[in-house]
């Protein structure tokens, strides 16, 4: 820009220098600060971390049974697992997975249920601020010949933030 039109928008109270199609310049003497909250908190929206039991297989010994899971870790962050609840029984895990990590568990061990009415399954874990979450499954069991139930499969259902 020559001298002249320079001269001319200060005589006319118009900005000498005007930002491209692509820029925009802040106020002056204003310096930008990142917002301190993420945009997502903004709309009242938290992300929740997912770990959810990917497989199972259980193996029946008499009237007892043994369920082994792979517990995967699906979220971008390190999760810590607390406990897992089947059909009732609490087995504490204390363990740590990575992101994307999956690791086999022992899920059940103990005597297979007379009936359906407990076909729950919670993993209990929680990120590395303290914040606790449950991922709650569907567990599906199998009817076998003396009228005890085999777990067939544990099915993911959804997050809870407890």
């Known amino acids: 820009m020559?001298?002249?039109?320079?001269?001319?928008?200060?005589?006319?109270?118009?900005?000498?220098?005007?930002p491209g199609p692509n820029q925009t310049l802040p106020p002056h003497g204003v310096v930008p600060q990142p917002p301190a909250v993420p945009p997502a908190a903004h709309h009242g929206m938290k992300v929740l971390p997912r770990v959810f039991i990917e497989e199972t297989t259980c193996h029946s010994n008499g009237a007892r049974m043994d369920c082994h899971g792979l517990i995967r870790n699906d979220s971008a962050q390190p999760m810590e697992l607390d406990k897992v609840r089947v059909l009732g029984a609490t087995r504490e895990l204390d363990t740590t997975l990575?992101?994307?990590?999956?690791?086999?568990f022992l899920l059940y061990s103990g005597n297979r249920p007379?009936?359906?009415h407990n076909h729950e399954c919670e993993v209990q874990y929680?990120?590395?601020?303290g914040d606790?979450?449950?991922g709650l499954h569907d567990v599906q069991l199998h009817k076998q010949p003396d009228n005890?139930?085999?777990?067939?499969?544990i099915r993911y259902q959804r997050i809870r933030d407890i």
């Open 132 to 134: 606790y979450f449950c």
């Open 126 to 129: 929680k990120d590395m601020t």
């Open 98 to 104: 990575r992101p994307g990590e999956r690791r086999q």
């Open 114 to 116: 007379q009936n359906t």
């Open 148 to 153: 005890t139930y085999l777990i067939e499969h």
């Open 2 to 18: 020559s001298f002249f039109k320079a001269f001319n928008k200060v005589i006319q109270g118009k900005p000498v220098f005007e």
